[in-house]
């Protein structure tokens, strides 16, 4: 058999042509999902899918997969990702996974090898959850964990719906959901964290996907002057989110690692210096890899914010914004990503995922792992946000072995013509 060759710099201008789809100043891209930039973007990539004679399908939530076939007919061995992209984004978050999945194929084609089992790339609709919350959208309504009547109508940062959005671009598709369970689903991602290059390691054979809750806060108290309002007086809004900001820290540090917790929005109304907060809304995101002890952190954090309204005299109301358990990748996919990236000479660690990723959603449904890369300083969700070439290469050498082995590799003598 002919080894599958990829071509480094075929699947880099390929990265760098999507790139400039919402270029950002300085570098980075903002696709928010269902944007005028999304849509452009999945024009380009649709048409690369279809320079490889790939057949094509898009479903209802705007899912889009590309199928090449096998000379066998079954569930297809599938990789995939987004394309979709928070506000400043880099290059490689998401679109690697698509875009390497393309290079897999594409090197299948120049090597004229044909696979018992179909082989597909496929790339689905708002896994940032960044205009549309929450995020994995696409993916999990495919695979049944979202309901799509509820995806829908989900209203976005800027008022519109997901639905009218599908509409305008034109990518609500035909295909109903659970469309397409694969045999197996791979996705090749940066890792978006420091441990990789801390570590000075080449791939990540990541073991599955910690457990994410995202809330929102809304804390409401009285407007009142702030020179002639004593403190024991007050209902101060503002007070009270800064209480459980802190909260969220001393979470994070009482429970120690894996636990995280970020504040990744805090707006305090009216905004004036000279004035008692009335109002505000805050966002809350937990994780952890143990789903009991991310319910007691969401349990002690609404405690909490409950205890420190009522002791400024507010109120506050909980919305949750998403929810998913932690997730077990298959551990036999698991062992032979660990054992093709040692059998290429590379060091290897395996990982849990602190961020989320569309591969959680494929998890329940069949066999599911994912490849890390490293990511230079940790940096992702930044526009400076990069892995170096050499790096890629060795993650998609690694998602190569694996797709050859999942789909298996037909000889010359039974090949059809």
Known sequence: MTQPAII???????????GKVGALEGGGVCRLALSDEDWAGRDLVCNWMKELDLELMTDVIGNTWAIRKGIESGPPVMMGSHIDSVATGGLYDGALGVLAGLEV???LNDAGIQTRRPVAIGFFTNEEGARFAPDMMGSGVAQGA???????????????????ELSRIGYAGAAPVKAITPHCFLEIHVEQGPVLETENTAIGAVTGVQGISWSEYVIEGTSNHAGTTPISMRNDAGLVAAQIACETRAIADEFGPPQVST???LDVSPG???????????TVDLRNTDDSLLKQAEMRLN???????KAQGCSVTRRC???FAPVEFDSALVDMIADEAAALGHSVKKM????GHDAQMFAPSCPTAMIFVPSQGGLSHNIREYTAPAEILAGVDVLMRVVLNQAGVVPRTEQKP
């Open 321 to 323: 914004l998403a929810r």
């Open 352 to 355: 849990p995922s602190g961020a």
């Open 105 to 107: 194929i594409e090197a």
């Open 263 to 265: 504040v990744g929005m």
């Open 303 to 309: 405690q909490a914010a409950e205890e420190f309204a």
């Open 8 to 18: 480094p710099d075929r699947l880099m201008a390929r990265i760098f042509m999507l």
């Open 272 to 282: 004036l210096v000279n004035v008692v907060p009335e109002r505000a809304v805050m």
């Open 146 to 164: 979202l309901d799509l009547d509820e995806m829908l109508a989900v209203t976005g940062i800027d008022g519109k719906t997901v639905g009218s």
